[in-house]
């Protein structure tokens, strides 16, 4: 039996294929795109060819991520906040609090003892802080996105930056440019204000943050920038798991095996 | 536009009663009155005034003014699908694109001549400043005579006194703009009818305290904010027992408005008015029904006829979104456990000070009960701001996070 988790998101499409124990076979993330049904496509290819698996040979499909109600032959659809705290919870067990900052949102979820979903958090009205934000800004820098994390660690005076609208910050970002401001600096800068955005989210749901385990899931955070500024507004280690981009697709499996293995 | 729609909206119902009586749902019925208010508001020839929510509806019918709350016209244009044009003349006339979209759109309505020019305006203090703000701005657009009813905070007898003055003064003021002299026999008739109505009301909520609810999402969805309009006339009356009569049949029957009822919800303010799939999502679904609005609720006592204007003021005063938070939060909270109730609901309309002030003391009152609460980030007329998969996914992640905790209702 195989079990097979999508995560249609605004910024990639996540697939993970386990077998009936629950054993990750294969993993993969490919862009969405304008055609999500063709990253659909494409990510359940490459992960069942990765996996040596037919089609005909998985149990079950559950779908999650905005796109989730386009994944043709789904068992289940269920939202990215179950998945990703079922996946963090399989990976990282004794998680209490998770970050996941994805392409276009961010959420925080806070755990009871026994890992269940006690409460949860999402970013308000506009998508400042997310991926798409960082990419923006990545632009305006012009630096790969991906390079963003390296670029932090030498920035040892972050600077300020007054605005989280992804419009006036990429202003402000080519301002400090031209003052002359290093791009470590500015990129340390964004990074702190992303972690202070994220830390009011977290707050609404948690009060005191201090001492909880605490786990990041998502693209974003591949960035070892924006976890150093997390861990240090939180004043507590955040744990990474190996591939956080693909917790949301990995919980998704696991409960296309709980339900219908 | 806005008369034209009451007028074919009425005709098509009476139409299709004559042709069915026996059809005659509650909401059909509900839907029948209010848009023979609405006729009525947009006929020429009869005294009219806009008023703020806390006006006392049944004192202006009993006097023969046809009278309405200013953002029923909001809600009206977002539920028709015609409120982007309003907002945007108000904008463009500068009014703050972040200020309560109720309002925008009601002044927009009056300076696009959408509005029938009224007889006087009567505002409220409370519950909001913004809806004072709005009649002020609409007194000044029609430039009629503006009341202002100064609802104190606290239910003390001087300040009921001091509430229950203005009343008689508006009646009289009312009664003469009507071209007559104040009745107390008038008035003391539509308190009647008001008392009656008020204690079907209170049957109605009952019923849908019941496991399961014999209501669902759209039974009571703005019925107790839109009533209050037909308090003190047989219409009122009508429209309350058709209600109960419709929901007692179900419980009797064991009928369940959400078939395999499975979440029970408390939905805090004001519903979205503008069409919308989250209701039918609940339903269909998640099995999820709203089996209480903040604003279905009864929290007055039977007004005495012979002496109505101290009781009408009690009426407005003991109104909880009136007052301390304190005092709203412990009303929801007994809302919560009278009904047995999942989980909250709590739309934090864009704009509405009143409403988003004080979300943080709401959501910490639910979780000290142990009832989850989802903050609901939305504009409940300006559907220019709506974003379908963002709210479905909030929804959803809640109801996913209550279908796997235990069960704490009371």
Redesign the interface.
């Known amino acids: 039996m195989r079990f097979l988790g999508i995560d249609v998101g605004s910024l990639s499409c996540d697939a993970a294929l386990l077998d009936e124990r629950g054993e990750l076979l294969a993993a993969t993330v490919v862009p969405t795109g304008a055609r999500n049904r063709e990253a659909i496509a494409r990510a359940k290819d490459e992960v069942l060819r990765a996996a040596g698996v037919s089609a005909e040979d998985v149990t079950a499909v559950v779908s999650t991520g905005?796109g989730r109600d386009r994944v043709e032959g789904r068992r289940a659809a269920?939202?990215?906040?179950?998945c990703h705290a079922r996946g963090i919870q399989a990976l990282l067990p004794g998680t209490r609090l998770l970050v996941d900052i994805g392409g276009q949102?961010s959420k925080a979820v806070r755990f009871?003892a026994q890992g269940?979903?006690?409460?949860?958090a999402?970013n308000?009205?506009c998508a400042a802080g997310t991926g798409r934000f960082l990419e923006a800004m990545a632009r305006a820098l012009e630096v790969d996105v991906s390079a963003l994390g390296e670029l932090d660690r030498d920035g040892s005076d972050g600077a300020t930056l007054s605005s989280m609208c992804t419009v006036f910050a990429e202003s402000e970002v080519v301002s400090l440019i031209a003052d002359g401001v290093a791009v470590g600096a500015i990129v340390r800068g964004l990074h702190r204000a992303i972690a202070s955005r994220t830390l009011a989210m977290i707050k609404r749901i948690v009060p005191d943050p201090s001492g909880l385990p605490v786990a990041m899931s998502g693209g974003v955070a591949h960035n070892a920038g924006v976890v150093r500024a997390l861990s240090a507004a939180l004043g507590c280690e955040v744990r990474v798991p190996p591939r956080p981009d693909i917790v949301g697709a990995f919980g998704a499996a696991l409960i296309a095996r709980e339900r219908f293995g | 536009m806005i008369g034209e729609y009451f007028s074919g909206l009425a005709h098509d119902i009476e139409g299709k009663l004559a042709a069915e009586p026996g059809a005659a749902s509650a909401r059909k019925i509900f839907a029948l009155e209010v848009a023979r208010l609405g006729v009525r508001l947009y006929s020429p020839g009869r005294p009219v005034a806009w008023c703020g929510v806390l006006a006392p509806f049944d004192l202006l019918n009993a006097v023969g003014v046809t009278s309405c709350f200013a953002e029923f016209v909001g809600a009206m244009l977002a539920g028709m699908g015609a409120a982007s044009a309003p907002l945007e003349g108000a904008e463009q006339a500068g009014y703050a694109a972040d200020t309560c979209a109720y309002h925008r759109a009601v002044v927009g309505a009056a300076m696009q001549g959408m509005m029938p020019v009224p007889d006087f305006l009567v505002a409220t203090t409370t519950p909001c400043t913004g809806g004072l703000a709005a009649i002020e701005n609409l007194a000044r657009l029609f430039r009629r005579d503006l009341l202002v009813l100064q609802i104190p905070r606290a239910e003390t007898e001087a300040g009921v006194r001091f509430l229950a003055g203005q009343l008689e003064r508006l009646a009289r003021f009312a009664a003469g703009r009507a071209g007559a002299q104040l009745d107390p026999q008038c008035v003391a008739a539509a308190v009647d009818l008001s008392n009656v109505t008020r204690a079907l009301m209170v049957e109605i909520y009952d019923l849908a305290r019941r496991v399961p609810s014999p209501v669902s999402n759209r039974d009571l969805a703005n019925f107790g904010i839109v009533v209050p309009l037909l308090m003190g006339t047989q219409a009122g009356v009508d429209v309350a027992r058709a209600t109960r009569d419709e929901l007692a049949a179900r419980a009797r029957d064991g009928k369940s408005g959400v078939p395999g009822e499975r979440f029970r919800l408390l939905w805090v303010q004001n519903r979205i008015q503008f069409p919308n799939p989250l209701l039918r999502l609940l339903e269909d679904e998640y099995r999820a029904v709203i089996v209480v609005d903040e604003l279905n609720d009864v929290t007055w006592e039977p007004i005495d006829p012979a002496d109505p204007f101290p009781g009408m003021a009690r009426r407005a005063i003991g109104l909880p979104l009136n007052g301390p938070a304190e005092r709203r939060v412990a009303r929801l909270r007994q809302l919560a456990t009278e009904y047995r109730v999942d989980g909250i609901i709590q739309p934090c309309h864009w704009g509405c000070r009143q409403g988003t002030g004080i979300r943080g003391l709401v959501q910490r009152g639910f979780q000290e009960l142990g009832i989850?609460v989802l903050n609901l980030?939305v504009d409940c007329i300006d559907a220019r701001s709506f974003s379908e998969?963002?709210l479905r996914?909030?929804l959803?992640?809640f109801l996913?996070?209550i279908a796997?905790?235990p069960r704490v209702r009371a």
Do not use: H, S, W
């Open positions: 905005y269920v939202t990215e906040i179950t949102d009871d269940g979903v006690a409460d949860f999402m308000d009205k | 989850p980030e998969g963002q996914t909030r959803e992640a996913e996070l796997g905790r």
